[in-house]
């Protein structure tokens, strides 16, 4: 077999693993209970602590945002209520008990950016950036929302939700490419350069790269094993530039397992093509 097809393999075993730092939270059936009055009072009390979180929590905008996708009371302090939300030409507000429906952040494993020049993806580290939208880009119903966060007071905060089609954003002619590209796989094959390139780094960064070559068949071999989405995309614009619109770089990034790969598209002669994949 094939190296990329054992990686692809060993990933599909890393993405099916789950954060267990829950398990066993509350003890199991045979573990004795604590009946003291004195454990149960302190118990209690611990309950209804409003525990500040880091300062740290706000210089990353990831950082912050993966505590707002896994902590609800969390989440619940950093949304402007009444919240703006905006459709077209409509407009209104969204209220707090409303928003348990609206949430579509809730079960993500994989969140998306998609950038065309390597150095825009520095921006996810930069502790000044003051504005972030994050896309939930709905890839068969053709509808974007951006979620607008912003800097206020030194703590994130989201600010108000645009709803869009994906041919009103800026790489909305690759994301419609993208939702066929996942939907037929007729289109999928002819959407793929022969061969694919995929490049294996080492998680330390101090081997030389492996190149590995993947003709079509191979391809469709181990797509099932990759994190690919194929009915919406969590995205994250920091900004980044999109200016070429002929090269897209979808890196994808697990939430809980420090998953990370990137699937390099550029466009020949109008048509998007699969040029290589990095992991």
């Not at 209220?95 to 950038?115: A, G, M």
């Not at 996942?182 to 780094?201: G, H, N, Y």
């Not at 989405?229 to 890196?251: F, M, R």
């Amino acid at each position: 077999m094939r190296k990329g097809l054992v990686i692809a393999v060993a990933l599909g075993c890393l993405l099916s693993c789950k954060d267990s730092k829950m398990t066993n939270a509350f003890g199991s059936e045979d573990e004795p209970e604590e009946d003291s009055i004195e454990a149960f009072v302190g118990d209690t009390l611990h309950l209804f602590e409003e525990e500040e979180p880091p300062a740290a929590v706000d210089e990353l905008f990831d950082d912050f945002f993966y505590n707002f996708i896994d902590d609800a009371r969390f989440q619940g302090q950093r949304i402007a209520y009444p919240l703006p939300c905006k459709d077209g030409g409509d407009s209104g507000k969204l209220t707090k008990q409303n928003w348990s429906q609206y949430d579509h952040f809730k079960n993500q494993e994989v969140l998306s950016v998609l950038y065309e020049r390597e150095q825009d993806y520095a921006l996810s580290k930069d502790t000044s950036m003051q504005h972030v939208v994050v896309e939930w880009i709905q890839l068969k119903e053709d509808a974007v929302e951006k979620f607008q966060f912003n800097r206020v007071d030194g703590k994130w905060m989201l600010t108000e939700i645009d709803k869009k089609r994906l041919g009103d954003i800026p790489n909305g002619n690759f994301l419609s490419f993208y939702a066929k590209f996942m939907a037929d796989t007729v289109f999928q094959r002819k959407s793929l350069a022969e061969p694919v390139k995929v490049i294996l780094t080492s998680e330390d960064g101090e081997e030389e790269p492996q190149e590995e070559h993947l003709n079509a068949e191979e391809w469709f071999e181990m797509r099932n094993s990759l994190p690919l989405p194929t009915d919406e995309l969590i995205n994250v614009d920091y900004g980044q530039a999109c200016i070429s619109q002929n090269k897209k770089t979808l890196l994808l990034q697990g939430i809980s397992n420090g998953m990370q790969m990137k699937f390099k598209f550029t466009k020949e002669d109008d048509d998007w093509k699969l040029k290589e994949i990095e992991y």
